[in-house]
């Protein structure tokens, strides 16, 4: 009996213990204010979301939970010096990164999953530590960090892909094999080394200040494909064969546009455009050629100091042309195509002091035209008019068409 009576409140302490564990795990959300607070969870398997506080400061290691199956939330919290978890292998929905001011090390040493990633504001994180990498992530937002690597995120699959500001960001490589929506990389440093060799197909792709980009196995362009203002010489798509919708009319764009060191384009199989072709202002780019292209379904708009474009194959420009160079051109190659193969508004300028990039800037009677004297009928896409996007250059295009 005695021992009965002394067993039965340990018992007790131990449910107590046992369900107040198990309220804490099941809680809608774990704020964690110290780190006293994130050790309380050591004995959860899941959590829901997780929520580091402002006042967090110093270090907080979040161990014991091995899914997060909500968010995973750090904001304004500038004391934070360390995040880090030994246990966390997938985050459910948003890992959220925003104004951690002083946070220099960020270690999630079984992390491979997370629904979205969404970091900016870090001005002090140098490096990632993600051993096992994330591979799986719908959409990532990488912003305005210090971070010189993104060693750590080696995505198998990605819906959006936006890096920018980051301007100690010089190398970037990933094993991604689609992005079903948006690329975007720009503004970080102009040292940047970008690498997807295994993409195959993308959705929209951009690319500004970068000085290299790799994109060996891409084949298929579902939207539109622009370069602007980049520091690269090369440019290679070796397998690139289609840009935009086959059934879809201006549904995809191709632009390289100021890209001052640009000396050579090699997209050797690319037959099909489906909505405009730009290129302009490449002050290097002396010699263009695209021996597959057959289709232009938008416009094309060549402008800059190159000799007459090598287009051998085309046989349907939908759209407008307009071909000026400060060099000499040979324009009576693309005259008689005027009419038939070129549908729209045609111009074609040779030896031009001032070449202008935008249909409808050169008048259509071939090679002894001349530029436009009327500058409302000219449309500049120099660098600064660039940044504002692929879809702002494809529509224009088209409303000139």
């Given at each position: 009996?005695?021992?009965?009576?002394?067993?039965?409140?340990?018992?007790?302490?131990?449910?107590?213990?046992?369900?107040?564990?198990?309220?804490?795990?099941?809680?809608?959300?774990?704020?964690?204010?110290s780190q006293a607070d994130a050790t309380a969870y050591a004995d959860c398997t899941t959590v829901n979301t997780v929520l580091i506080s402002s006042s967090a400061n110093g270090v907080i290691q979040f161990d014991g939970p091995q899914q997060v199956k909500g968010d995973f939330i750090v904001t304004n919290a500038t004391q934070l010096t360390s995040l880090s978890s030994a246990t966390v292998n997938s985050i459910s929905g948003i890992f959220h990164l925003d104004q951690l001011t002083v946070l220099s090390t960020l270690s999630f040493t079984q992390l491979s999953g997370v629904g979205s990633i969404e970091w900016s504001a870090l001005p002090v994180l140098q490096q990632l530590t993600f051993p096992s990498f994330i591979k799986k992530a719908t959409d990532v937002l990488i912003t305005n960090t210090f971070l010189s690597s993104l060693e750590g995120l080696n995505l198998d699959t990605v819906r959006k892909l936006d890096i920018n500001n980051n301007k100690f960001l010089t190398q970037f490589s990933t094993q991604v094999a689609n992005i079903t929506g948006l690329l975007n990389i720009e503004a970080n440093s102009q040292d940047l080394v970008v690498e997807f060799p295994n993409l195959e197909t993308a959705a929209n792709m951009t690319f500004r200040n970068v000085s290299?980009?790799?994109?060996?196995?891409?084949?298929?362009?579902?939207?539109?494909?622009?370069?602007?203002?980049?520091?690269?010489?090369?440019?290679?798509?070796?397998?690139?064969?289609?840009?935009g919708s086959t059934t879809e009319q201006n549904t995809g764009s191709l632009a390289f546009v100021g890209n001052g060191d640009l000396t050579n384009i090699s997209f050797p199989q690319l037959s099909f455009v489906s909505g405009a072709f730009q290129i302009a202002n490449n002050t290097d780019l002396f010699n263009i050629s695209f021996p597959a292209l057959k289709t232009v379904r938008g416009a094309i708009d060549f402008a800059g100091n190159f000799s007459t474009p090598q287009l051998p194959a085309l046989n349907n420009v939908a759209g407008g042309f307009n071909m000026q160079s400060t060099a000499q051109i040979d324009c009576g190659v693309y005259d008689k195509l005027h009419g038939n193969v070129i549908q729209g508004t045609y111009g074609c300028v040779s030896a031009t002091p001032d070449a202008k990039s935008g249909v409808g800037s050169a008048t259509s009677s071939g090679s002894s035209s001349k530029p436009s004297s009327s500058k409302a009928a000219a449309v500049s896409y120099g660098v600064n008019e660039a940044v504002a996007g692929l879809s702002v250059f494809g529509g224009i295009l088209q409303m000139l068409l």
């Open positions: 009996m005695l021992a009965q009576s002394l067993l039965l409140p340990a018992f007790a302490v131990f449910s107590i213990a046992a369900a107040q564990s198990n309220t804490l795990c099941s809680a809608s959300t774990a704020t964690i204010n290299s980009v790799s994109i060996p196995s891409l084949a298929t362009v579902n939207g539109s494909l622009g370069f602007y203002g980049n520091y690269l010489q090369n440019l290679s798509a070796p397998n690139l064969t289609t840009l």
